[in-house]
């Protein structure tokens, strides 16, 4: 029997036997969207043809699966023609005509399938999240706390939770350190572990190791760190690597760490003048002026290094001080403070400036105030002893709580102070001049008040 032609007529009304030549002969007339042909000896498998197009000149060919459900007429794609055998396809069309006639819908069975595959796709996907959030160190979670909180802190406040998790090993900057290294802040031993592995056992141990070499800064580090993992349990991607109590607060990490002593160094009157010529003999003067101020101001240690040339305002007399109550306070501008910053030198923005550091400002000087004090005979007094001094030296004077606290930027104590007594600029000049001056005639110091400050030094 001769081969038909390729362009031979092929009776779509008929059920054929398939064969790859009718295959390739069956085409899909213009204007119809597809045609079949049906299997002789499958029931069901079909082969569906799409007309021509430019992506694919010979349409498009697969074979298909049809037949009746529920006098539902249903329709199920195998797989081109091209990938699948005649055979192969009649396989599959029996058993979907199989699975039909024991009442078993072919759609159904794939919907459940993609849904299971779905579902065990998300399940991987989860599994895959859930590891990395488990195995997320203390450290990455602190830098996420600490950059999401850093618009609700001061900058005291933030430079604490870096300060305190600072790995150390890096080179001293301060000055007669020599080669020595910078250590580990209390909370380092810390980053490196897994967020779930920060229990009670692991926290209480740490407090008990800090606590026997630097109690005072471990106690501000298990603080810092009691906040962050509250924080920690009230986001919902960290909540469940926490115990539902918070792993610092317990009673063993807190008597490891001691509670704070009432510190009491402070200058006496008695003892202003020896302190005054040992800070002046200093041969740093930026140095010199910083420490009097301090004493004079009864400021914070880093609110004096922090100032700028545009806080202070000579017109007006007056000295913008940025502190951790209520953001800026302003204070008067003494005669004297006046005179010691108008001999500083102008190197840049600081008002206490220094060509040794990197930001350009002076770091505490904790080691230049210790020699001094040390050749004084006043051992034992340090920075924040001047902020007590100050407190204390006015108690001579009688000067009112509320003014004493406002100048040195504490919080009011009494709902009068905060809520009814507001004291201009003026006003809290008047105390502290009088002030200022009672402590230069106690340290022997001659200044005349009404002598115009020396002007400001620019270098290069």
């Given amino acids: 029997m001769a081969r038909p032609k390729k362009d031979a007529?092929?009776?779509?009304?008929?059920?054929?036997?398939?064969?790859?030549?009718?295959?390739e002969r069956l085409t899909c007339p213009a204007g119809k969207p597809q045609t079949f042909m049906r299997d002789t000896k499958a029931p069901g498998l079909r082969v569906r043809a799409t007309p021509a197009s430019a992506k694919n000149p010979q349409g498009v060919?697969?074979?298909?699966?049809?037949?009746?459900?529920?006098?539902?007429?249903?329709?199920?794609?195998?797989?081109?023609?091209?990938?699948?055998t005649i055979d192969a396809a009649r396989t599959e069309a029996n058993r979907l005509r199989v699975s039909l006639d024991t009442g078993i819908d072919p759609r159904e069975v794939e919907r459940q399938q993609q849904a299971d595959k779905a579902a065990a796709t998300a399940t991987a996907a989860a599994n895959v999240e859930a590891a990395k959030v488990a195995a997320l160190t203390v450290g990455e979670v602190w830098k996420d706390y600490i950059e999401k909180r850093r618009p609700f802190w001061g900058d005291l406040h933030y430079r604490d939770h870096v300060d305190k998790t600072k790995s150390g090993g890096l080179p001293s900057g301060r000055r007669g350190a020599g080669k020595q290294l910078t250590k580990p802040g209390p909370l380092a031993a810390l980053m490196p572990l897994a967020l779930c592995d920060l229990d009670q056992p692991t926290i209480e141990a740490w407090a008990a190791k800090e606590g026997k070499t630097r109690a005072s800064s471990a106690r501000l580090a298990w603080r810092l760190l009691t906040v962050f993992l509250t924080w920690c349990a009230e986001q919902p991607e960290y909540a469940a690597l926490l115990p539902t109590k918070n792993p610092a607060k317990t009673k063993k990490a807190r008597e490891a760490l001691g509670r704070a002593g009432t510190k009491s160094d402070?200058?006496?009157?008695?003892?202003?003048?020896?302190?005054?010529?040992?800070?002046?003999?200093?041969?740093?003067?930026?140095?010199?002026?910083?420490?009097?101020?301090?004493?004079?101001?009864?400021?914070?240690?880093?609110?004096?290094?922090?100032?700028?040339?545009?806080?202070?305002?000579?017109?007006?007399?007056?000295?913008?001080?940025?502190?951790?109550?209520?953001?800026?306070?302003?204070?008067?501008?003494?005669?004297?403070?006046?005179?010691?910053?108008?001999?500083?030198p102008r190197r840049n923005e600081?008002?206490?400036?220094?060509?040794?550091?990197?930001?350009?400002?002076?770091?505490?000087p904790n080691n230049p105030h210790t020699r001094a004090c040390r050749a004084a005979g006043l051992e034992g007094l340090t920075l924040h002893g001047l902020r007590r001094s100050f407190k204390s030296l006015t108690e001579w004077l009688e000067v009112p709580v509320g003014v004493v606290a406002q100048i040195q930027g504490h919080k009011p104590s009494a709902t009068a102070e905060k809520h009814y007594t507001v004291r201009p600029l003026e006003l809290l000049r008047v105390h502290?001049?009088?002030?200022?001056?009672?402590?230069?005639?106690?340290?022997?110091?001659?200044?005349?008040?009404?002598?115009?400050?020396?002007?400001?030094?620019a270098v290069a």
């Fill in 350 to 364: 600081w008002v206490f400036s220094s060509n040794t550091s990197a930001t350009g400002c002076l770091s505490e």
């Fill in 266 to 344: 402070v200058l006496q009157r008695e003892q202003l003048a020896v302190w005054f010529a040992a800070v002046q003999q200093l041969q740093n003067p930026v140095i010199s002026a910083c420490l009097q101020i301090m004493l004079l101001t009864g400021a914070r240690p880093g609110e004096v290094l922090a100032l700028r040339w545009e806080d202070i305002n000579t017109q007006w007399k007056g000295i913008a001080i940025r502190d951790k109550v209520e953001g800026t306070r302003e204070i008067p501008a003494t005669p004297y403070m006046l005179h010691l910053m108008a001999t500083l």
């Fill in 9 to 23: 007529h092929i009776d779509l009304s008929e059920a054929q036997e398939l064969t790859a030549g009718l295959i």
């Fill in 432 to 457: 502290h001049e009088r002030i200022e001056a009672w402590i230069l005639e106690q340290a022997g110091i001659v200044f005349d008040a009404k002598a115009t400050p020396g002007k400001f030094q």
């Fill in 61 to 84: 060919k697969a074979f298909v699966f049809e037949a009746k459900l529920n006098r539902q007429n249903i329709r199920r794609t195998i797989g081109d023609v091209r990938a699948w």
